[in-house]
């Protein structure tokens, strides 16, 4: 208490574009802790850890590290500082060997050469303390393309570990390692504690904060909610300060709203049932939609969300169920059969998979329905298609200045309505909706889901995944929680509240822990056995 | 659905003053190709007046012609993106030339039956380079240009190294006849294939599937639009029209040789990017291309007018000059497409 704090950072300002990622939070850690960063997605807790670790620059606020100030132009100044970070995304060169990947960077040498001895004796001894993670091998000169998923986040963590920081920030490293991979992680991290290093600990399992954590930073809403002792507060408390929403509180209260006179009139019937829906990063998948409906998908991020989205419409394997749609057998094995079937497909990332950017905006609104007003499917008359366009820049209400002008001229939001738009003249009965407003500011992300309910009361039945738990109880009549490519969980009525969700997303964990504490009573892990295919199709999409 | 929308969003008012446009203007590749084109004619003409006569114009434009045919597929291919691009073009405009050649052997009888063989064997080519980049990944560049290697042996076997026959008199004067004013047959021809090629690109939706495709495969894809399918017949009409370009040579030399078109290779990738169409695919046009052509056409015959060459060093030097310009010009407009990303 009455030293300073070994990190302090202090009024983290960040935005990007319109998205407020930060707003003035604070943020201490004391060394030889092991401190974990809470929050649902979207709070600002890796953007948090990216202002320290020098991958983002901060629009305002001081990191006082040491009791001296860091201010880092890149990753390659916090190194040096002794900040060492373990992302998700992999930072490993598949080509080279693990011990090339381990030493890149600070290789030793002398007069630019390499000493490769010098580089072996520095990566062994991590590699020795990992063997049991690889199964009891050291694998120095293999490749790094030839590990599992699961090796190459333990490599990953070696990496960090060779730079010796003094403060290891490990943003979801655990989410593909296996239960084994995993003990000899914390293992780790305990000594790391006990040798004075601070450990920057972000995840969304409970369990595995209340097994390894001292304390714990809460963050929401771009700031930091609350610090508090873990093993002081209990678990349900935690995720309350989470998801900070009180029940009654604004968001919940329109889906309540909603799902009132559906119940007197009589329901529509269903159009979508898909049952026992497998494939990469899906493990049996089965729920039904109406007409008129909005579904939501939501759960801790990638647990097969996108997955499930891709492969209804075509674009990802399937390998077992059934989807009928209006009670017929649908199985699309490409995009376009999807499209003629009445299936339409909105990706979150506009720019990769939404719009052709450099291409006019009358191309783009086009694209999908040409065929229909092309004559003998040919020929083009430029009068339809403009017309056509303006009927859909209307509908969804996009400004623009002409429809020859490159659709990366449109503002962010309006990028969003044309990749959305751009079905109408396709007349879908189901559209699928992969986090559509990815990106956009709170304006135009009010739009886009008015046009999305738009489409659901024209009949059509409309599944939307997204990232933020929020969003999906604003617009949604329904939301399906799922989790390693399952459904595990079903909120509608009175209990869709950001509360539930978060609720939901966690407590399975919680479940699974229950369960592996059943089938292993000396382990105090939670059981996160991936399957490593699935967690590879993860990490390529 | 073709009736205005009068409730429309009113289009934002931001014309761009005369500053920017003016600017624009100048980076519009046609514009300036067509410009730079003009000076370089205009400078040849001070030189040597009678590069400025009717009858020379005629000349340019007709050998700028075969360059502009076999560049149509050419734009096509690069259109699609995906690094797309065809080299064997020459190639194949040879193959069909040779193939057509051997079964006119100088007379009309067989004149629609050679001039199909010609493009089924042009299409061969088009359709193996579409399954070994599409099918088998291998990189377009790597692709086209072992395709000259396997195109020039099967020449090799088929004609024993001695090309037979000759065009059919119909062909001959079908490109070289006058019509009025002087103006070959294979102007218009030209001219109507031009005509064919821009509708295409602006007005069907292969065309509009095509940019797409070219300006983002996984957009397209994700569309419900088949970029292999869109793809394949790029190549395979890129294939198709440099046989055409091949026929067209036939009918203007009369005889073939074994290397008919190979100088047609890289000055058609280039008449193409000087022409405005980008290497990184979905942008760009066929009028560009024409433009580029005749640029480079012009370029060429200047060089021959400055009287670079001849003496001693033969055609040599002319030909380093020529390539080099090729290489700058290729170089620039790579540069100002990786601003554009």
Known sequence: MDAPPFLRMSGVHKRYGGVTALAGADFAANAGTVHAVLGPNGSGKSTLLKVLTGVVAPDAGDVLLDGRPLRPKSPRDTLAAGVSAVYQELSLIEDFTVVDNLVLGVEPGRFGLRDARAARARALPWLERFAPAFGGRVPVDERVADLDPGERQVVEICKALVRDPRVLVLDEATASLRRRQVEVLFDVVGELRDQGVLVLFITHRLAEITALCDRATIMRGGTDVATVTVGEVPERELVELMSGTPAGAPGAAPAAERAAPEEGAAAPAVLLAVTDLAGPGLNGVSFTIRAGEVLGLGGLQGQGQSELLASLFGAARRTGGRVLLDGAPVHPRSPKQAVRAGLAYVPGNRGGQGLALGRPILENLALPSLGRRALLGVGLSRATEQAAARGVAARIGTTYGSLDD???????????????????????????????????????????????RELAESGAAVIVGSSDDRELVEVCDRVLVLFEGRVVDEVQGDRLTEDTLIASAMHITQADVAAARTDDAASHLPDIDHDPVAAEQEQGT | MSAPVTGGPTPVAERPDRGTRARALLRDPVLVSGALAVLLWATAALISPSFASWGQVVTLLTLASFLGVIAIGQTLVIIAGG??????????????????????????????????????????????????????????LVMTLGMIAVVYGFIRLYTGGQPAGSAAPLLRTLINGDTVFGIPGVLWLWLALSVLVIWILRRTSFGWRLYAVGGNAT?????????????????????????????????YSENVFLRLADPYMLPSVAATVIGGTALIGGVGGYLGTIIGAILLTVLDSFLRIVQIGGGEWGDAPRQIIYGAVLVVVLSAYGRQKRLRQ
């Open chain 2, 219 to 251: 957009t397209a894809y994700l569309s419900g639009v088949n970029p292999v399918a869109v793809k394949f017949s790029a190549y395979v009409l890129s294939s198709l029209f440099a046989g055409i370009g091949g026929l067209l040579l036939l009918g």
């Open chain 1, 406 to 452: 490159p659709v990366s001229t449109l503002s962010g939001g309006n990028q969003q309505k044309v990749v959305v738009g751009k079905w109408f003249p396709t007349e879908p009965v189901v559209v699928l909706m992969d986090d559509p407003a990815k990106g956009i500011d709170v304006g135009a992300k009010a739009e886009m889901f008015a046009v999305v």
């Open chain 2, 83 to 140: 690094e797309g691009i065809d080299l064997s073009v020459g190639a194949t405009a040879t193959l069909a030339a040779i193939v057509a050649s051997r079964y006119m052997d100088g007379a009309n009888d067989n004149l629609p039956l050679s001039v199909l063989l010609a493009l089924a064997a042009a299409a061969v080519v088009g359709v193996i380079n579409a399954c070994g980049v599409l099918f088998f990944r291998v990189p377009p």
